[in-house]
């Protein structure tokens, strides 16, 4: 029997290790959803819930009446967000790639500054001019500045430039124009490039807490990770609540990466190929 080599074996040892390391907190936090506050704050670290109970997830929606409204505003900025992302980070990704035009070399090295400028940094430009626009406590104000992104128009860029000639060459010949190819052709072979940047830009919108912290007063527009505050008190916090929130936050998470996950490997390759 073939032996495996020490330093595979050490490898393997590393990455359980951080995988314990990792899925601790998530077991821990599932498993007090459904505890009552009081074994919570008892100190003793259990994972099997001494009184199970599903009230922590019906109190959720029935004490904070308002929770719906916030998974429903950062279910609907998340996808929104996410489809002008893919649409139009893969077209100005595919234009950089495969067009000629003046200023091509210029545009790309904007983009390449632009990746060097922390998000912080342009918190407060941004809110003013949301200000001028009236855009403050609205659904565009948090979209429309986060439609396109720097990062996956490069991203797309790279998968492009070693996108197959010979597609596009064939559909030029089927009398397709620039557009029909992109859409009709070089869109759906993008699949996996897609699916990665689907679930980094989803992710993004909706575990953002800083934007929709400026942005946003009014409660009834919060997204679940303002909304989450809500169950801190002045001198107690519900963690029984707040970690049953988190769960029903984690969710779609766990699905839309369940679903693109055959997808995402190939996609953060950057290859074009089939």
């Known amino acids: 029997m073939k032996k495996r080599p020490i330093g595979k074996n050490i490898l393997y040892v590393i990455l359980i290790v951080y995988a314990v390391i990792t899925l601790v907190p998530f077991l821990w936090a599932l498993s007090s959803s459904f505890k009552s506050l009081g074994e919570i704050v008892s100190g003793s670290i259990n994972f099997i819930p001494k009184n199970f109970t599903i009230d922590n997830y019906r109190e959720i929606f029935t004490r904070e009446p308002l929770f719906g409204r916030w998974l429903f505003n950062s279910l609907f900025i998340a996808v929104i967000g996410t489809f002008l992302n893919l649409i139009f980070n893969s077209m100005a990704g595919y234009a950089l790639a495969r067009l000629s035009f003046p200023g091509k070399k210029s545009i790309f090295i904007i983009i390449l500054a632009v990746l060097m400028i922390p998000f912080q940094v342009t918190l407060i430009p941004n809110f003013l001019i949301l200000k001028e626009f009236g855009w403050l406590n609205t659904y565009q104000g948090m979209i429309i500045p986060g439609a ?127």
């Open 148 to 274: 396109v992104n720097a990062t996956f128009i490069f991203m797309m860029r790279q998968f492009f430039i070693n996108f197959p000639k010979e597609v596009e060459e064939a559909a030029a010949i089927d009398g397709l124009g620039k557009f029909g190819t992109f859409f009709r052709m070089v869109l759906p072979l993008a699949k996996p490039a897609l699916a990665a940047q689907t679930i980094f830009v989803f992710m993004a919108f909706w575990n953002d807490f800083m934007r929709p912290l400026i942005i946003l007063s009014d409660e009834s527009m919060f997204t679940l990770p303002l909304g989450l505050n809500s169950f801190k008190g002045q001198f107690i916090s519900f963690w029984n609540y707040i970690m049953a929130a988190s769960m029903v936050f984690t969710l779609p998470i766990l699905i839309l990466y369940a679903f693109f996950n055959r997808y995402f490997v190939k996609g953060i390759k950057f290859t074009g190929e089939k």
